[in-house]
Structure formats: structure tokens, C-alpha cells
């Protein structure tokens, strides 16, 4: 077994494909309309479905916002550089809803990130240039 894909309804198809593609670097994978139904699948990922997991964004029309409830978590994406890529996501658009940093009660570096529709995104520092940063930070305080 394998995971698959992982469902988010979305109120804007557009601005959603938009985020998780120019923003997240994700690519659209493929797209469908289902007129009986009333409802669009868009699905986004970094790599082919063949191989890699993906995110089924699906717009039901006419609905344009969704309560998320509180028994979602998030999604989370792993990064080399989590402070250039908060850095870069804000300069795109994106809304950055917990600078990278320390986790509570650990040392991982993570940040969180906001979608269109409300939905967080968490990200994770996975090479060492958290540790490059944090060094870094801790020699200008104490210059």
C-alpha cells in the first residue's frame, strides 16, 4: 500500500491551483469537470502520480467557502531552506502564519503557511541550513 492522494475542498479552484503551483512550486497534474456532478478535481503535486503523493483539490461549484472544522490538522512539506522559502512565499502572496523557528518543546525549525481556502501547510527544515542559520543568528547577538 501506498498513499495516494490527500482531499481538500476548495472555495476558488483558481486561486488555489495558483497557490499550491506559483507558490508552493507544486505543478498541476490534471484537471477535470464532472457537469453532472457540479464539481471540478484539479490534482497538484511535485511529481507524477505514478510515484508521488498528491493533492486532490476539489471545487463543488457554487460553494465559494467551507468550515474546516477543528479535526484538520495540516499538510506538511519538507524544505531545504525554510528561511529563503517563507521569504520567497511572502513575496509571492503567500500569508506566512508562523515564522520558521523552533518547534515547541523541540529543536526542528518549522513554519507554517496559510492557503486560500484557510487550510495550513506546514514546513519543515530538512537540510542542516537551519543549523547555519540559527549559528548565524546567535553571532550577530553576540557582536
Not at 498513499?3 to 491551483?17: A, C, D, F, Q, Y
Not at 543549523?131 to 553576540?142: G, I, L
Amino acid at each position: 500500500m501506498r498513499l495516494l492522494h490527500t482531499m481538500l475542498r476548495v472555495g476558488n479552484l483558481e486561486k488555489s491551483i495558483q497557490f499550491y503551483c506559483d507558490v508552493l512550486g507544486m505543478k498541476l497534474l490534471r484537471q477535470k469537470d464532472y457537469p453532472g456532478g457540479k464539481f471540478t478535481l484539479a490534482f497538484v503535486g511535485y511529481g507524477d502520480e505514478a510515484d508521488h503523493s498528491v493533492i486532490e483539490l476539489t471545487y463543488n461549484w457554487g460553494v465559494d467557502s467551507y468550515d474546516l472544522g477543528d479535526g484538520y490538522g495540516h499538510i506538511a512539506l519538507g524544505v531545504d531552506d525554510i528561511y529563503g522559502t517563507c521569504d520567497r512565499i511572502k513575496a509571492q502572496g503567500g500569508n506566512v502564519v508562523r515564522e520558521p523557528g523552533p518547534m515547541k518543546h523541540g529543536s526542528t525549525v518549522i513554519a507554517f503557511v496559510q492557503d486560500p481556502t484557510g487550510y495550513k501547510i506546514e514546513l519543515i527544515q530538512l537540510s542542516s541550513h537551519s543549523s547555519q542559520k540559527n549559528e548565524e543568528k546567535e553571532a550577530q547577538a553576540v557582536s
